[in-house]
């Protein structure tokens, strides 16, 4: 079994930046692709970025040039560096980890951008 825990989640004012970290643990042995997707109050859970184990990256159009994602391999670990944050990136995180073909989801964290 695999365990998905994300972290960094708070309250930003517009312009400012985050740093999402989610960490997988337990029985991990190869990860295929991590990824952040985001849900707002109402709407369907969205895409945001994901990281292949290769290191290709694919972004929502909605956050490139804005956010990161990367990863520490070594630690299972995967980041989300958000910056230039707007009211409308005000969602719950999630991390999904792709492990053999499975997907395992984190609880969220959330993030609410407001002045």
């Known amino acids: 079994q695999v365990q998905v825990v994300e972290s960094g989640g708070g309250l930003v004012q517009p312009g400012g930046s985050l740093r999402l970290s989610c960490v997988a643990s337990?029985?991990?042995?190869?990860?295929?692709?991590m990824g952040w997707y985001r849900q707002a109050p109402g709407k369907e859970r969205d895409l945001v970025a994901t990281?292949?184990?290769?290191?290709?990256?694919n972004y929502a159009d909605s956050v490139k040039g804005r956010f990161t994602i990367s990863t520490d391999n070594a630690k299972n670990t995967v980041y989300l560096q958000m910056n230039s944050l707007k009211p409308e990136d005000t969602a719950v995180y999630y991390c999904?980890?792709?492990?053999?073909?499975?997907?395992?989801w984190g609880k969220g964290t959330l993030v609410t951008v407001s002045s």
């Open positions: 999904r980890i792709m492990h053999y073909g499975i997907q395992y």
């Open positions: 337990g029985r991990v042995f190869s990860i295929d692709t």
């Open positions: 990281i292949t184990s290769g290191g290709s990256t």
